[in-house]
């Protein structure tokens, strides 16, 4: 095994720590830059807006393309609307996936096994395929353009399901039995001994939730005709056609305001968020 | 674990004389709460997935633009579609797409994930998995807004850059090749964290001893990962693959907010003709049968990869 080339690959390649440090570094600066260049420019007054070298720290900071976009667009009614539209649809699947994860894990039913093999077929269809019928379904109910219609479909969750389901199946099963014993039926024991232990996992699925219904902007686009509906990607994609005239600064200030639940989130939901993620590529 | 107490859930088949007092009252509690807790999920996957698959394959042998009855075509939506030049090449466009942007977003990532795995200071570590992770949280439509301004040819801070090293303006968005590699570009700026949190996670799940028995024989550098590391990270792989392949098919956001599918049809996808023909044009038979098509692919191409996978891809 010892050819001469492996000796002269070991000194070429093997990274001391700095190297692999600085190289992270740069690759970091290269993923943050887009969003620092962002808020800064989002700071900067309209002439200032296309300054090269981009200044990092504004020369002439102002916030008058923050005025800008609520004067432009109806900031408030957005972030209603998406906050509305996030929040119920994280709490829903929270609860149908947190009951049919407890399910699927806990209790013994026909048809097990070619249920939870339907709803895992689900999380391969891809939402373009279904979107046409959904659409004409959403129709004849009277719920296209109304912001029902993107809340009830996004309620049933094939992964929020699965990861529930793993969840479940990772707590011991002696705490069931020993409240059983005590007397406690199926309900009492999902609502006493499992559901409170569930939490961390429910808000694995709430933050995944919240995190892509936030930034949904396909379904909204479809559903949604009528600017009072609109969610905040949606306004920002109109902010942008707006300005024919206008400065950049504008539409980054609605680009940074439409960030800041999002980053929020991250800051707060980051480790939810990575095991959400995490999970899916180790647990199977 | 043996679970020796297996029975005591099923006192029917374990206890007769329990269930001679109460024949099988636990069960039909426990299957009654079993049908409640699905009930939601399975109700609304059947009707806003499973009902408009079907939905779409029968939607696809009409046609249709919502006002008028529909009518029946048979296959003539499809048969028009083999000879629709951009709905081939939003095919094409969505091939070339979905390889440059998964072969970058894995490579990247992986590099990533194994520096990072490399010794450093714990805090500094959290530091920079945050850093990748980031794009992640923010919405696709918003960042390629943001986008548009930095790749513009002629005061975008990207040309400025490249023009620090001398290289001439590149028309990022104008030109063909330069369009697709901008979609690709942004896309990948956002996605690979996903990618990169799964083989975090996959490099985490590796037993140390495995490295240090490596070690012990002789591996060090690129060989101790190529020998060592893929091999047990492929199950990791294959994952990030699959999901990566099936997101990057779906592309949308990033395309129809930087490009809107130009110059030409040079990035326009698959999921852009969809939402072109059905809610711009109503022409809804024919969006629909793009949409089973896209599926069909999908589906395909995951069917081939698992099939590839049981030669690559090894278990603990």
């Known amino acids: ?284 | 674990m043996t679970d020796t107490r297996i029975p005591a859930v099923r006192p029917r088949a374990a206890d007769p004389a329990v269930a001679a007092v109460r024949p099988g009252a636990r069960e039909r509690g426990t299957r009654l709460l079993a049908a409640l807790f699905l009930a939601p999920t399975v109700v609304g996957i059947v009707v806003f997935t499973v009902v408009p698959i079907i939905g779409s394959v029968v939607l696809s042998l009409f046609h249709w633009n919502v006002i008028d009855a529909p009518v029946f075509a048979g296959t003539a939506n499809y048969r028009e579609l083999a000879g629709d030049a951009t709905v081939l090449v939003s095919f094409r466009n969505t091939l070339v797409f979905m390889v440059f942007a998964v072969a970058a977003q894995l490579l990247i990532a992986l590099a990533l994930a194994l520096t990072l795995n490399g010794r450093m200071p714990a805090w500094l570590r959290s530091v920079f998995r945050s850093a990748f992770f980031f794009p992640l949280v923010l919405s696709a439509a918003s960042i390629s807004v943001v986008m548009k301004y930095l790749f513009n040819q002629d005061f975008g801070v990207v040309n400025w850059l490249i023009g620090l090293f001398g290289t001439a303006p590149v028309p990022w968005l104008t030109s063909e090749h330069g369009a697709m590699a901008t979609v690709v570009i942004v896309y990948v700026w956002q996605q690979f964290g996903f990618s990169f949190l799964l083989f975090v996670g996959g490099l985490n799940n590796i037993p140390k001893e495995i490295h240090e028995a490596a070690a012990l024989d002789g591996a060090t550098g690129p060989r101790k990962h190529l020998a060592v590391t893929l091999p047990l990270l492929s199950p990791t792989l294959l994952v990030a693959s699959v999901v990566g392949i099936i997101n990057a098919l779906q592309v949308f956001e990033q395309p129809y907010v930087l490009t809107d599918g130009g110059p030409g049809d040079s990035t326009r996808t698959v999921v852009m003709v969809i939402y072109e023909r059905a809610f711009e044009q109503l022409r809804f038979g024919e969006a629909s049968a793009v949409g089973v098509l896209l599926f069909v692919l999908i589906m395909a191409v995951t069917a081939v990869q698992f099939r590839l996978s049981r030669r690559f891809v090894h278990y603990q």
């Not at chain 1, 300005?243 to 439409?258: E, F, K």
């Open chain 1, 1 to 284: 095994m010892s050819r001469p080339t492996l000796s002269l690959s070991r000194a070429r390649y093997t990274l001391g720590p700095w190297a692999r440090i600085a190289g992270l570094t740069v690759c970091a600066l290269l993923t943050l830059g887009p969003v620092v260049w962002t808020v800064s420019t989002s700071l900067r007054t309209p002439a200032d807006s296309f300054d090269l070298p981009p200044q990092i720290i504004p020369a002439h900071p102002s916030s008058a393309a923050y005025h800008g976009v609520f004067e432009q667009i109806d900031v408030w009614l957005l972030a209603l609307n998406s906050t509305l539209v996030t929040a119920l649809i994280a709490l829903g699947q929270m609860i149908t996936a947190g009951l049919a994860g407890y399910a699927f894990a806990r209790l013994d039913f026909r048809f097990k096994k070619p249920l939870f093999g339907l709803v895992l077929a689900t999380m391969m269809v891809p939402l373009q395929v279904t979107i046409v019928p959904v659409f004409l379904v959403l129709k004849t109910t009277g719920l296209t353009d109304t912001l029902l219609g993107l809340i009830v479909p996004a309620f049933p969750t094939a992964f929020g399901t699965f990861l529930m389901r793993q969840y479940f199946l990772g707590m011991p099963k002696d705490l069931g039995e020993a409240a059983m014993l005590d007397g406690a039926g199926p309900w009492r024991i999902f609502r006493s001994v499992y559901a409170p232990l569930a939490r961390p996992g429910l808000a694995i699925v709430g933050v995944l939730a919240f995190n892509y219904h936030w930034n949904e902007f396909f379904r909204p686009l479809i559903l949604e005709t009528s600017g009072q509906n609109y969610t905040l990607p949606l306004g920002l994609v109109s902010l942008q056609g707006n300005l024919g005239t206008g400065s950049i600064s504008v539409v980054l200030a609605g680009v940074v305001l439409s960030m800041i639940p999002a980053v929020a989130v991250f800051v707060v939901g980051q480790r939810p968020l990575r095991e959400g993620i995490t999970s899916a590529g180790v647990n199977r």
